[in-house]
């Protein structure tokens, strides 16, 4: 796995933190768990905003249900309705992601640190890195991993015999020497395989990352599915039904192959990630009571009532406007787009469409009381 400059550029701040809590601990396995829990406090208010999110989308179920019957045979009017009650109750469909997103950086970062802990952890020069991998491949000491892991290989060697590095000096080797990169007797910089050389307690340990990853994060989706399913029977459907199961069976599969493809440190973080996402879960269900819900909708609600739409609002209004232009208006307005735009050239189409944009951001100029420009490409 190559992580590249994105990988090294997430690694950087991540590796300062990870150096800084190591030096106080002296443990790979316990700085891991101490950084792990520091990421999901510093990350609690998104979390918060998120889980707040989904329960009062939740909670909108009964009025989404209304607006499906009342315009079942209108998908268009549906679909401009369902915005305008998230725009009424201040609620971001799209607001779930950005925890996700953020965990997956944190992670590929993650991935940089554990690859490379004598640069972040032990912080030592790149000069002595790159000394340290010539002594390597001169001593056909390189296995299949070296070019991905160099690193992992040289903590590994020097480990095994600290007099083939005498020449990088007593400091090098004595530090190297000293990181204690284990947990419980599981070396964190080696991979998981189902194959090990010799099947002992170690190798087993190993082995047992991936598979407690994988169950940690099953407990985890199931959980979250059940409350969702308690607060929103409408999951029970055929299509909620195949999105939940690819959830409930997905995230625990992809933990697995990520733990059994990369060191165990990538798994050990995996694992504790899952078991503080759980706790907190646990507590953000139990403190979103259906009265406290309630109590924050209305303070909300009323929040938003004077506040103008963010950019996504935006634009979802202007595509509501200009599918509405093109499709057609029964009531006296435009006719039918495709009749419209019948026997028009390339150019006049796209000058016909480039005017539909602009009166569609003309009207939502002036419903957000906002001036207007005209297009400055709109060919006169």
């Not at 101490?34 to 990421?39: D, P």
């Not at 759980?278 to 139990?286: D, G, M, N």
């Not at 002036?366 to 400055?376: A, F, N, W």
Request: aromatic letters at 10%; hydrophobic letters at 40%.
């Amino acid at each position: 796995m190559n992580l590249g400059k994105i990988g090294e550029l997430l690694g950087i701040p991540l590796g300062w933190v990870m150096y800084w809590i190591y030096e106080i601990v002296n443990n790979y396995g316990l700085s891991i768990i101490i950084f792990t829990l520091l990421s999901k406090l510093i990350m609690l208010p998104a979390s918060y905003k998120q889980q707040l999110g989904t329960v009062r989308m939740q909670s909108l179920n009964p009025k989404l249900r209304q607006l499906k019957k009342q315009y079942a045979n209108n998908p268009q009017k549906m679909q401009e309705e369902q915005q305008k009650l998230y725009q009424q109750e201040g609620v971001n469909p799209m607001g779930s992601c950005l925890p996700l997103i953020v965990t997956m950086i944190i992670l590929y970062g993650i991935l940089d640190v554990v690859y490379r802990p004598l640069s972040h952890i032990l912080r030592i020069s790149s000069d002595v890195i790159e000394k340290a991998k010539t002594i390597i491949v001169d001593n056909d000491l390189a296995d299949k991993y070296f070019k991905t892991r160099p690193e992992l290989t040289i903590l590994r060697q020097v480990k095994d015999d600290p007099g083939l590095f005498s020449s990088l000096g007593n400091e090098f080797v004595e530090k190297v020497s000293a990181f204690k990169n284990t947990f419980m007797g599981v070396d964190l910089g080696s991979i998981p395989t189902i194959r090990p050389e010799t099947w002992n307690s170690a190798a087993i340990a190993l082995i047992m990352i991936p598979i407690v990853s994988g169950l940690v994060q099953l407990a985890f989706t199931i959980y979250s599915q059940y409350k969702t399913r308690k607060m929103n029977p409408d999951m029970g459907s055929a299509a909620g039904a195949g999105c939940m199961n690819v959830m409930l069976y997905g995230m625990p599969l992809f933990s697995v192959w990520l733990a059994f493809t990369v060191p165990a440190g990538v798994g050990f973080y995996w694992i504790w990630s899952s078991v503080f996402s759980l706790i907190q879960s646990v507590a953000l269900y139990s403190y979103f009571t259906p009265k406290r819900i309630e109590e924050i909708n209305v303070k909300l609600k009323e929040k938003n009532k004077n506040k103008k739409p963010g950019l996504m609002q935006r634009m979802m209004d202007q595509q509501n406007e200009l599918m509405r232009q093109q499709e057609a208006a029964k009531n006296g307005g435009r006719v039918d787009y495709d009749a419209d735009t019948e026997g028009m050239s390339r150019s006049e189409k796209q000058n016909y469409n480039r005017q539909l944009i602009n009166e569609a951001r003309k009207r939502m100029a002036e419903k957000y009381g906002e001036e207007y420009t005209e297009d400055d490409d709109k060919e006169k």
